[in-house]
């Protein structure tokens, strides 16, 4: 790599915004080597940046003109090698090139096309709405890691499931926004106004934990759907359906999930190697 020798260099401040908000994947680091892979970690980073700017940015017009560089950057990186870090490092490898320039920009098209949309009327509903971007990552994704005839099926919708999952999160954070972490049909379901979302009570925590068992069963689901997983995708995945599993069961759902987030162990570093050699078995 001519730009960045792995995150020690520009890339690691991206990074580390990554790993702020999925910290197990730390452990998965350990088998994706950052001097044989950083762009691999790249990859991971800059979903993250989309990511940020599609959710984490409540005035529309401002994450728009930040998608909207990206957009930009995008559509220049194969020929100019790019100007942001993680474009740099990405762009260096010979990956990038051979991906098709629509791969690389549908993520970003999704992300501006849904900024403005509101709170889905069911969960079949938000899985639909929520898999038009999650399934354009998990699309390039997959591609990166395993080529670009390998099918994203299965990605895109444990993307969708962990993205339902971390919305669930921010239940609270949330409350007023245009798009909440709960459909419209469990809200109405459990009695339960923007207000009740901000604090503990009955209502919330059994809309909690129905959507808690919706999310299961859909995980459930997706083991018969085809294609392989990332490394990152497979260790988020399979801590995500776990803490889904341990939270509809729990009194409070909420505190477990949210106490879940940062678990590490013995547990999480099998889970990261097998994960790990599954995919050097596909990739080669």
């Keep these: 790599m001519s730009h960045v020798e792995g995150p020690s260099g520009a890339l690691q401040s991206y990074v580390d915004k ?29 979903e993250q940046e989309w990511l940020s700017a599609a959710y984490g940015i409540q005035e529309p017009q401002v994450a728009a003109a930040k998608l909207n560089w990206w957009a930009e950057e995008l559509s220049g990186a194969a020929a100019s090698g790019g100007r942001h870090p993680l474009t740099q490092v990405l762009f260096d490898d010979d990956h990038a090139h051979a991906l098709p320039s629509e791969r690389w920009l549908a993520p970003v098209l999704a992300a501006m096309a849904q900024l403005e949309e509101g709170t889905a009327a069911d969960f079949a509903s938000q899985v639909a709405a929520a898999s038009e971007l999650h399934g354009a990552l998990a699309a390039l994704e ?10 994203s099926e299965r990605a895109g919708r444990v993307a969708t499931l962990s993205h339902l ?3 669930l999160l921010r239940l609270e954070q949330d409350a007023e926004r245009d798009r909440l972490p709960l459909p419209m049909a469990r809200m109405a379901r459990f009695g339960l106004s923007r207000g009740d979302l901000r604090k503990p009570g009955v209502a919330r925590e059994q809309a909690i934990r129905a959507q808690l068992e919706d999310l299961l069963a859909a995980w459930r689901e997706s083991e018969q759907m085809t294609g392989p997983l990332s490394v ?36 999480v570093a099998w889970q990261a190697w097998r994960a790990a050699r599954a995919w050097r078995q596909l990739a080669g």
């Design 18 to 46: 990554w790993l702020a908000v999925q910290p197990r994947q730390r452990i998965a680091l350990v088998f994706v080597d950052a001097k044989r892979y950083p762009s691999h970690i790249a990859l991971a980073a800059l």
């Design 142 to 151: 997959t591609a990166w890691w395993y080529g670009d005839g390998a099918s």
């Design 165 to 167: 999952l971390y919305a």
């Design 232 to 267: 990152f995708r497979e260790l988020e995945s399979q801590g995500s359906r776990g803490l889904v599993k341990r939270a509809s069961k729990a009194g409070d759902p909420l505190a477990v999930l949210r106490e879940g987030q940062a678990e590490s162990g013995l547990g």
